[in-house]
């Protein structure tokens, strides 16, 4: 166990519609990374906050939007759901962003899109 | 653009045989990590390699970093069944805080 959590553990919608995903660091924790892995793009990095501000930004769509809140936990927002947004989405986190940090991966949220 | 490769991409291997994991990289970098995920479940972090030379062991794996190469290693030693898993190395490029995963090798290790 991580002690990143992430909720919830599965999700199935849609076309069209929206979803939240939330994720709470490892305790003392500032940064927080977001990660899609699906069968044909494998695991890709999508965003990074840390201490509430947005510091890194990888392959994320425009539908996609994420941020951190005052008590450090984050929630990424996907919306216009399409079929190819079905993955596992997986939030890390470390401690103070700094590029050396281990970063520690929580459970995931299988998100399916019918 | 770091692009990273894995090799080989599926490693099926007996008890008791040793081989080695391959992580190659196409930029600078100084930083490389290897996690394990087993099916279904979240990636764990196995070593962190942060400079050129670097070498760690945890049990029946070792991992190594050339950055010279820009190749990274990961070496199973008599390998057992519990490490059948998928593998990824990742690399974080420049100063930039986001990793670049390699595709992932699926090991299986049969009795």
């Known amino acids: 166990d991580s002690g990143v959590t992430q909720t919830p553990k599965h999700l199935i919608t849609a076309t069209g519609q929206r979803v939240t995903l939330r994720c709470s660091p490892r305790?003392?924790?500032?940064?927080v990374y977001w990660y899609q892995q699906s069968l044909d793009q494998g695991l890709q990095f999508l965003i990074q906050?840390?201490?509430?501000?947005?510091?890194a930004k990888g392959n994320i769509l425009e539908r996609f939007s994420a941020q951190q809140f005052p008590d450090l936990h984050s929630e990424l927002n996907l919306s216009s759901l399409e079929l190819g947004d079905s993955a596992l989405y997986f939030c890390?986190?470390?401690?103070?962003?700094?590029?050396?940090?281990?970063?520690?991966f929580g459970p995931g949220t299988r998100l399916l899109v019918l | 653009e770091l692009k990273v490769e894995q090799n080989p991409l599926f490693l099926s291997m007996q008890e008791g045989k040793n081989y080695t994991i391959y992580c190659n990289y196409s930029?600078?970098?100084?930083?490389l990590y290897w996690y394990r995920q087993d099916p279904g479940k979240s990636l764990e972090s196995l070593f962190v390699?942060?400079?050129?030379?670097a070498v760690k062991q945890e049990g029946r794996l070792m991992a190594s970093l050339d950055t010279k190469a820009r190749l990274s290693t990961l070496h199973i030693t008599a390998a057992v069944h519990d490490l059948s898993a998928t593998y990824f190395c990742?690399?974080?490029?420049?100063?930039?805080?986001?990793?670049?995963f390699g595709k992932g090798t699926l090991l299986t290790v049969n009795p």
């Open positions: 990742a690399v974080a490029g420049g100063s930039n805080y986001k990793l670049t």
């Open positions: 890390a986190s470390s401690v103070g962003g700094t590029s050396q940090e281990t970063q520690y």
């Open positions: 390699l942060l400079s050129n030379g």
């Open positions: 906050y840390y201490n509430g501000e947005e510091r």
């Open positions: 305790s003392g924790d500032l940064s």
């Open positions: 930029t600078t970098s100084d930083r």
